[in-house]
């Protein structure tokens, strides 16, 4: 079974700090995805990478930023945490440009304060 | 650009009763359809996905889903609902072609009472 794991369930962080998500998956898919979630909102896509060091912006990527250095990992970086990031952020993976499922992480619920 | 509409916040059955999430999509080309669920304070699971073929699509839990080219649609469907069933669904698209990311509605709550 494929396995996506992110680096911490619940993260509380103060405005203006700079914080890191991680997301490692095993299956050596080459694609990954950070999606943020909020009621009412659904899930809006921040950034997606189709291989190692690149990366795309997708619709809401403004005050966030992105790496992946190695193929299994892809971190989400808040340069600079407000309270508007507060919320659930999901990341995903997938193999290829077929036709296969993404499969996600069990999330990562940040409160900045 | 592609989008997904889920025109129901919350749905609400009894146990025992056929449901159904509604799914609308808009794509400029032939689209991937998903449906994905979430149980509390946990990631997306898939259930099912179209790719091409019979527009009768059967997935995990016994849940299915059927596509309808000329109305856009893509709703997920179950004879016979438990309470088990009661969680957050997503319905998301991608093009047939090219190597893009799902794009997802907003979700839809089922809640089947007992």
């Known amino acids: 079974d494929v396995k996506v794991t992110q680096s911490s369930r619940y993260l509380v962080k103060r405005t203006g700090e700079k914080v890191f998500l991680e997301c490692v998956q095993d299956m050596d898919h080459e694609n990954m995805f950070w999606y943020r979630q909020d009621p009412g909102l659904g899930l809006r896509l921040i950034y997606f990478s189709y291989d190692v060091k690149m990366k795309e912006k997708g619709d809401i990527p403004e005050g966030y930023s992105v790496s992946r250095e190695k193929k299994e990992r892809f971190s989400l970086i808040l340069e600079s945490a407000s309270t508007n990031q507060t919320s659930m952020y999901l990341c995903a993976s997938r193999a290829g440009q077929g036709v296969y499922e993404q499969y996600f992480g069990p999330g990562t619920r940040l409160t900045v304060t | ?114």
């Open chain 2, 1 to 114: 650009a592609q989008s997904v509409a889920q025109p129901e916040d919350q749905v609400n059955v009894a146990e025992g009763n056929p449901l159904t999430v509604k799914c609308t999509y808009s794509v400029s080309g032939n689209p991937y359809l998903f449906w994905y669920v979430q149980y509390p304070n946990r990631g997306l699971q898939f259930l099912l996905k179209y790719i091409t073929g019979d527009n009768l699509v059967k997935g995990s839990y016994g849940f299915e889903a059927e596509f309808n080219k000329s109305q856009t649609s893509f709703h997920l469907k179950k004879p016979s609902a438990l309470v088990s069933d009661s969680a957050l669904y997503f319905c998301a698209v991608r093009l047939l072609s090219g190597n893009t990311p799902l794009v997802f509605g907003k979700g839809t709550r089922l809640s089947v009472i007992a």
